[in-house]
């Protein structure tokens, strides 16, 4: 049978991500069906899972046969200008290819999602993935109920604080791997506040590791961090930003702008290492993304664009919940500064009156219970 190219993905080869729950996935954008899943809480079992679990993945994608957990990803290579996972792994490993060789599973590349813990609460995130946000609706439960946002039962188990590398014989299956790995990814959370991250770092041979990647609220970097990058060829830090100033302030709450700037500052003296500025798409990129883009060029950095995902704030924080006069506005400013990324996205708007609501009445309680204020931070034009 020959292989669909459009659909065929190496990830399953080649790649590992343990997610923040300890969850062991082929890629980061993979959707598993619960419960079925292999947890490196039973570590013990990891080259089962990789030979038989993540085996049948592999025939599926030599079979052509789709899998559910892929949809996700596929979904998304229909919006032009994003940065598509699929293809970028597939150019990763482009001379291993199984229409160019045949092909032998082993891990290449390791993602490493070190838990919840986060010291930020962005406006997008969740408590999967922010300990920080986590705590903040256990001290405010009945004012999230209140306002519609409470955590179905499904959920609330990402209330929990997870440190899955302390489970027995974790920590030292992941040293065995990260050894053997020429990739490795870690994400979070912040990944900068886990001390094993840069013990991590400090015991790989750094010979072999072709790129050490991560992504970062850029608020956490230490001396003994720095130190562990200098040991690589290449380090590329995906830098968490979703405005300047007040804008990253808000959204990205807990964070300081100033702080963020002086460790672009710091890193951009290291030759070793690429700094790309990531931007989730979302309500509020419509007022930030001028700024942000300005200050991009400014510092010499190219801005990437993703887009959040829907069941973030009951799926009320994407840009349909924006007036159209807000949304006018933005399109004023792409017909003066052209942008084929942020116009393929703002293209795609549809009014939504209930996510509208929605929205304004999530950012409402938010102003409630953390002393910001949205309409002075991005003077929006409501609608009633």
């Known amino acids: 049978m020959k292989i669909d190219k459009n659909n065929f993905c190496m990830a399953p080869f080649r790649e590992v991500v343990v997610e923040t729950n300890g969850t062991l996935l082929p890629c980061c954008e993979y959707k598993y069906p619960p419960p079925k899943h292999q947890s490196l809480n039973h570590f013990d079992q990891f080259d089962t899972w990789y030979s038989d679990e993540l085996g049948q993945l592999r025939q599926r994608m030599l079979d ?3 899998d ?49 813990y986060c010291n930020l609460g962005c406006i ?6 922010s300990s920080t946000i986590a705590s903040e609706y256990i001290r405010h439960e009945s004012t999230f109920v209140q306002n519609g946002f409470q955590l179905h039962d499904s959920q609330r188990h990402t209330l929990k604080t997870v440190r899955w590398w302390e489970e027995p014989g974790a920590l030292d299956r992941l040293y065995t791997i990260a050894r053997g790995a020429r990739y490795i990814h870690f994400t979070g959370g912040e990944p900068m506040m886990i001390p094993e991250v840069v013990d991590i770092l400090n015991a790989m041979d750094a010979d072999r590791v072709i790129k050490v990647s991560m992504n970062s609220n850029m608020t956490r970097f230490t001396d003994r961090a720095y130190q562990a990058f200098e040991r690589f060829q290449l380090v590329h ?41 990531v931007h989730v798409l979302q309500h509020t990129s419509i007022f930030a993304l001028p700024r942000l883009r300005t200050y991009c060029e400014s510092v010499g950095l190219q801005l990437k664009c993703s887009e959040v995902y829907h069941q973030s704030a009951h799926g009320n924080i994407t840009r349909d919940s924006a007036s159209p006069v807000d ?4 399109r004023d400013y792409l017909n003066d500064n052209p942008e084929p990324t942020f116009q393929a996205w703002i293209d ?11 929205f304004h009445r999530y950012v409402n309680m938010l102003d409630s219970i953390r002393g910001t204020n949205f309409d002075s931070t991005f003077n929006p034009t409501w609608m009633d």
């Not at 997008?124 to 993935?129: E, K, L, P, V, W």
């Open 327 to 330: 949304v006018q506005r933005f």
């Open 237 to 277: 830090i995906n830098a968490s930003m979703e405005g300047v100033a007040e804008h990253n302030d808000y959204v990205r709450h807990g964070s300081d702008w100033s702080q963020i700037t002086e460790t672009v500052e710091r890193l951009r003296t290291m030759p070793n290492v690429n700094i790309m500025p």
């Open 64 to 66: 052509n046969q789709p």
């Open 124 to 129: 997008m995130c969740g408590a999967y993935a």
């Open 348 to 358: 795609k708007y549809q009014f939504d009156p209930v996510r509208h609501a929605g």
């Open 68 to 116: 559910p957990g892929c949809n996700y990803c596929k979904s998304k290579e229909q919006i032009p200008g994003q940065a598509h996972l699929r293809p970028y792994i597939n150019g990763k490993y482009a001379e291993q290819v199984p229409w160019v060789q045949p092909l032998s599973p082993r891990i290449d590349f390791l993602e490493i999602r070190f838990g919840n």
